[in-house]
């Protein structure tokens, strides 16, 4: 058995390393031709020149240098020969008015809030029109409470405040930056019944605890301040006000009081240097040790003594978001599109997050644009999107993509992501049904500072640092490496999870950790000595994804494929399983344990830490309709695998049931509680934010004990793999026939 199925590997490996995926013999020849003129086309010195231009000066959303920075880049498209246009969104932004943070006793501390500029980076000094640190989307208001520690604010935080003892009803929660989104922080306090958020940087994560601090080393700053969203995104990303559809001017909004998005509670992020006073002031038990950060001192939970006055007042504008979308013909399928985006707005100077893979993108078009005029146009549509106000909650992109909803969902072939990106191995996330396109794109790319390809340094890699023994093993062991399955957290989630096109999001890092991240100290000087000098894995990128785009352009046949899906939907239903196994067991055990008097006993009546609370049983599920739908997904996906490798079809309709059956993982209704997300395999977590949740139906039921819902969601999920098996075995078929 075990001979035989190696023997069926080396055989597909065979096959696959002779071809692409998509391409027969001679198309494949023409495809390795066009690419090595990409390769030679990218140009790390140009990238270079791009990126200190276009960070020079903050250029957030609304600002004059934003709308510069995209009429830039338009200009660059057009003189490439792109169809350029500029699309405008009308979106509500908050910017800061009134930012006080005070400690009133027991001792006064007024909080500075300020980032200071350094004699060593000269960008630091140009700040004329930087946006002082703020969390956008943060509720106006003035509070004033005792504080108390919520440690990164995440439930499992709010569990163990409460076997404390300690409620935050009333009070000011202060939160670690880290672990979660940041825009969980608030609401999961104002659920809990907090009445302000105040979130810091503890230099235990990324500051001096981390390494050498700015400029000596990469990480935060004292005075380093995190700014962001805290939008309510896992509800819906985009405008606040015109959930659904795009922003134009005569779009119906809603008024801002009834903006679910907003905040409840009044949210402001600060330095350690800021906070350190705070915490100082606080008493009450001592936090266990897991919840310790690096400042010199003693933490506690509070409540109080050490009590704050928040006041926040924001100006609520509307400003115009600048979308710069440039178009480049199919010469023979017009309409189908291949879609490229990274968003242009930063927070700042923005040199890492977005312009280190703008400028990447950059490259890439300007190559395909250049075999464009060679007399190598692509076969589909290829669009170019440089996004504005993604930074504030994904609203250039969403806007868009709500916009023109319907023509997308027809004609998207494929979305592909970049954003912010470092050097160090390739990271891609995205739909499935590419997982084993990438693999083969991976393969062909050299890492550009060792002999091997960038897969196999990925691999390599996971092989030694994966967190867990079992990765370990299948980073050596699975011919594939895994794309991971998105969240949110970039320009993708519009098009993935509203409207179910099949998306990627790639990018390098994982050898450049620091703490510039949406502080005054993301700059060009910053990231050409800490991030990526001389941007050597940002030209690989623009490989890596030029690669990528032109090859879903001139696939004869679109490059989709179904094993990867299966494989790992099979992963997605054992963790569940495994889940629900796991939470019953120790439910159990917990409330015999505290049945049995143990925690009574165990527990140092001194402290204040009280046994957990007692949780209804957790029942039997029924995945067996799960199970069904994944095993004749399975065997659709063998069945289609064999018929792709002997047919030779390459029609209008094979390719449109191909590129169109990501949408078939959607539904109109969207997600429980959430009708915007529509994807029913990929979400972000609702108490995770960026952090994904897959099969996000059933597993956030189990997750939050509603177990009267699991049943009625492996249903759903059933019925959604169910659609997808139909459309393959329907492909299989037609294959059959050509
Ligand atoms: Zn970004």
Redesign the pocket.
Known sequence: MKLFLFLLLTQANLALADNILGFDDTSSETQYALEAQLDASIDAKEMDEWLRLLSTKPHHAGSVAGKENAEFIAELLKSWGFDVEIAEYRILLPTPKTREVELVSPTQYTALLREDSITEDESTSRRETLLPPYNAFSVDGEVEAELVFVNYGRPEDYELLERHGIDVTGKIAIAKYGKTWRGIKPKLAGEKGAIGTIIYSDPADDGYGAGDVYPKGPFKHESGVQRGSVMDMPTYPGDVLTPGIGATKKAKRLKRKNAPTITKIPVVPMSHRDALPLLAAMDGAVVPAEWRGGLPITYHFGPGPARVRIKLKFNWDMITAYNVIARLEGSKYPDEWVIRGN?HDGWNHGAA??LSGLVAMLAEAKAVAALAKQGHPPLRTMIYAAWDA??PGLIGSTEWAEHHAKELKQKTVAYLNT??TSRGLIGIGGSHVLERFFNQVMEDVKDPRSDITIKERRRTADMVFAPTDKLKTEAKDRADLRIYPMGSG?DYTPFLQHLGIASANLGFGGEAAGGSYHTLYDTYEHYTTWGDPGLVYGATLAKVTGRAALRLANAPRLPFEFKGLADNVALYVTELKELADKMRKSTAKTNRMISDGIYAAALDPTKTLGPPPIETAVPHFNFAPLENALSRLQSAADGFDAAAKQSTGTSEEINHLLYTSERLLTRDEGIEGRSWYKHHIYAPGFYTGYGVKTIPGVREAIEQREYEVVGPQIEIAAEVLNRMSERIELLTSKLGDE
Do not use: A, K, N, Y
């Open positions: 968003h997050d977005p993604e930074e954003d912010g970039s």
